[in-house]
């Protein structure tokens, strides 16, 4: 069920590196491991100096994702916040799924946790694609990154552009209002917007799977939001944490608590008659049994967890 | 007299010229008279062949009189939207872009005779905002549109296309939005800012996707429209996408990325040298390039490029001398690798360990020329049909007129 094990089992990407299956074989035992690493930096630097990459039509450069995405975050997943996951099964293997998940934690950290649990730890090693605010991609550098790693804009064009090619599409219907509440509403769930995930899941036909994060809430524990310094920045908040802005540069560390992420019983759409999309009745009643089910499971995961930075 | 008489502008550039000589050699097409308000280079005098060139600024109320004179029944305004480089000639291109169009419909809405109008307009339409889908298809609006550049230049071209085709409902009207136009022989911003050498400038923490087109295939989709019926806006680009440091990086060059608040004055600095030099709002508007959904074009106007987005680049980098070589880079690998005492992964793009089936694609040859074509006919050849084909009338405007010889054969032969 968990990470390290379940990694040495099935011999995962992360082991090998950046090398493939037709990587040299031959090497002595213990070498093995940082020469075909040593091997496959080169190979990547290479690859990046000559352009020779591929990105598809949303800009995702999945070469750029596993050689520089992916390593980092998988020693947060595994070392600090410890990620387990539950019923990982009720993502399907092949064709379009909308993940809908709680978001919270100030930093959207818990997009990328999710992300790299299905690419991990699914059988099917499925790349998430996320879903993020204009925020991200107005700005230098974060956007150009975040395009890199598969996230695009959360529209319903580019949803439905993905889920209706197959993808594996998260969002997190909360946005801002959830990411950036403060610490006392934790693990409550806020508003899920106007609905627009379920209309693109239903004109896609795709199934909708609940997802729930604990953990993410208590990484970085917003205290106070300094709403005028925000409004200077642009920013839709300004979180003050018991580190930062007091340790600087060291407030930007998160707090290493448990994570549990459970993936709900898929919601098909498929059964729902044409035109369902343009609902609102049909789409709201959906985004509340979706919103219902994830809340309830966070209460439930919340007590299975018991101490947030214990074990 | 049954054929269709086409009217070209712009023939002093590739498209322009390359379209004209390719209509004038099919036996639907009666005669084609290609206009441009300069003298074509000796270039795209070979490429016009067949047609006859008449020296006429589409500003200039003569146009009117060249179409009724010619009783021109195809219009094909290939120089719109066409993007100009330089910082000083922002006003030159509106005026030529946008003027040039108003008045060049404006002759048209005189002419009765004028019963297929084609534009050619450019993915700019579509803007580029944060807040915008990553793919545009021909529904697409514009989230917000600057008022001043290229982006407006577009939107108002087409604005003023839509309104002749209000006035003129009896007129077909096909508007093919053009990704960035690329190739061996065409020249356009993008194409002199990515032969800078050896450094090419980028906003730092930008990286737009970029989508092209391949200069054939605009050629060739423009004469598809010729020949059928199709009216209405279609997408035009190759298949794929690129991001713009990708390019500069497959071209060979080193992209150095300079603070946007830098930009414009490294630009006017680097412009001191020779064959430096561009503005900021260039690269800005390079960087406006659209991905554009391609179904409508496959599906409902039947036409799909020869060349994909990688494709039409790798054919352009090959008239490129490239500073960072591919080969190099490579030879570098496998010697750090051999000092290192390790084995070099195979040269090639990454493969995905799940997946069987190459991430990258294979890299087109670097030598730029294309195969030649079997399937071109003796008939396309401007050296034998000039032979049957009966005289034609030279059209004079101011004097200027010329017509190129009818013994010239054009450059190599361009992949259909």
């Not at chain 1, 090497?27 to 100096?49: H, I, N, Q, T, Y």
């Not at chain 1, 909308?98 to 090693?125: E, I, K, Q, R, Y």
């Not at chain 2, 290229?150 to 002749?164: K, L, S, T, W």
């Not at chain 2, 071109?376 to 049957?388: F, I, N, Q």
């Amino acid at each position: 069920m968990t990470t390290s094990e379940e990694r040495a089992r099935r011999g995962s990407p992360a082991d090998g590196g950046p090398s493939g299956p037709d990587a040299p074989s031959d090497l002595p035992g213990g070498e093995a491991g940082w020469k075909r690493s040593v091997a496959g930096s080169l190979a990547f630097l290479r690859r990046r100096l000559t352009g020779e990459y591929k990105i598809d039509e949303f800009g995702y450069d999945p070469d750029f994702t596993e050689h520089v995405v992916l390593p980092p975050l998988r020693v947060l997943y595994e070392k600090w916040f410890r990620v387990q996951t539950m019923s990982l099964e009720n993502v399907p293997s092949t064709g379009g799924a909308l993940l809908v998940a709680n978001h919270s934690g100030t930093v959207p950290v818990d997009a990328l946790m999710m992300g790299l649990a299905v690419h991990d730890h699914h059988p099917a090693n499925r790349v998430l694609r996320m879903l993020g605010a204009d925020l991200v991609f107005d700005t230098p550098v974060l956007g150009p990154l975040a395009r890199r790693a598969g996230v695009t804009l959360a529209c319903n064009e580019d949803a439905e552009r993905l889920l209706s090619s197959g993808e594996a599409v998260s969002v997190f219907p909360e946005g801002f209002k959830g990411i950036g509440k403060p610490f006392s509403q934790r693990y409550r769930l806020q508003r899920f917007g106007r609905g627009g995930f379920v209309s693109a899941a239903i004109s896609s036909g795709v199934p909708i799977i609940p997802c729930s994060i604990v953990g993410a809430e208590e990484i970085y524990p917003m205290l106070a939001d300094v709403k005028p310094l925000a409004r200077a920045l642009g920013l839709p908040y300004f979180p003050v944490t018991p580190t930062f802005p007091l340790l600087g540069p060291l407030g930007a560390v998160p707090l290493p608590s448990k994570w549990l992420i459970e993936f709900g019983e898929p919601i098909p759409t498929d059964h729902l008659p044409d035109g369902a999309a343009e609902d609102p009745m049909v789409v709201f009643n959906l985004a509340d049994q979706v919103r219902e089910t994830i809340q309830q499971s966070l209460y439930r995961l919340l007590l299975r967890r018991g101490h947030p930075f214990l074990d | 007299m049954t054929g269709l008489t086409v009217l070209v502008t712009g023939v002093t550039g590739y498209v322009g010229s390359e379209l004209a000589g390719r209509l004038a050699s099919h036996p639907d097409i009666d005669r084609v008279i290609g206009v441009d308000a300069a003298l074509p280079e000796p270039a795209s005098r070979a490429r016009l062949g067949d047609a006859e060139f008449a020296r006429a600024d589409i500003r200039n109320p003569i146009i009117s009189k060249v179409i009724e004179a010619a009783g021109v029944d195809t219009v094909v305004h290939a120089s719109a939207s066409a993007r100009t480089s330089g910082s000083g000639s922002r006003s030159m291109a509106k005026e030529m872009n946008v003027l040039g169009t108003m008045q060049l419909l404006a002759a048209c809405q005189r002419s009765s005779g004028v019963r297929n109008l084609i534009v050619r307009s450019t993915s700019a339409v579509y803007g580029s905002s944060p807040r915008d889908a990553a793919v545009a298809t021909e529904d697409t609006v514009a989230h917000s549109i600057p008022s001043t550049g290229p982006v407006r230049d577009a939107v108002d071209i087409e604005g003023y296309v839509r309104g002749f085709g209000r006035r003129r409902p009896d007129v077909r009207i096909a508007m093919p939005r053009f990704a960035e136009i690329i190739g061996p022989t065409i020249h356009t911003a993008l194409t002199r800012y990515l032969s800078l050498h050896p450094f090419v400038p980028v906003a730092a923490g930008q990286d737009t996707r970029i989508q092209l087109v391949h200069e054939s295939d605009v050629v060739a989709l423009l004469e598809h429209l010729v020949h059928g019926d199709f009216a209405g806006s279609v997408n035009v680009a190759g298949d794929g996408a690129m991001t713009m440091t990708q390019a500069i990086r497959r071209a060979g060059r080193i992209p150095v990325h300079i603070p946007q608040p830098a930009l414009e004055g490294v630009g006017r600095a680097l412009r001191l040298v020779p064959f430096g030099g561009f503005s900021a709002a260039q690269i800005k508007s390079l960087t406006i390039s659209r991905v554009l959904d391609t179904t409508f074009l496959r599906r409902q106007v039947g036409f799909t490029p020869a060349f994909s987005t990688v494709g039409a680049f790798d054919d352009f980098v090959g008239r490129l001398r490239p500073v960072l070589d591919a080969r190099a880079v490579r030879g570098a690998e496998v010697r750090i690798a051999a000092a290192l005492g390790v084995p070099a992964e195979p040269d090639g793009p990454w493969r995905h360990p799940a997946s069987p089936i190459p991430i990258g694609v294979p890299r087109a040859s670097r030598s730029g020329s294309l195969p030649p074509d079997p399937g071109r006919s003796a008939a396309d050849d401007p050296g034998a049909s000039g032979s049957t084909s009966s005289p034609r009338r030279l059209f004079s405007i101011d004097g200027d007129a010329v017509r190129s010889p009818g013994g010239t054969t054009r450059p190599g032969s361009r992949k259909r």
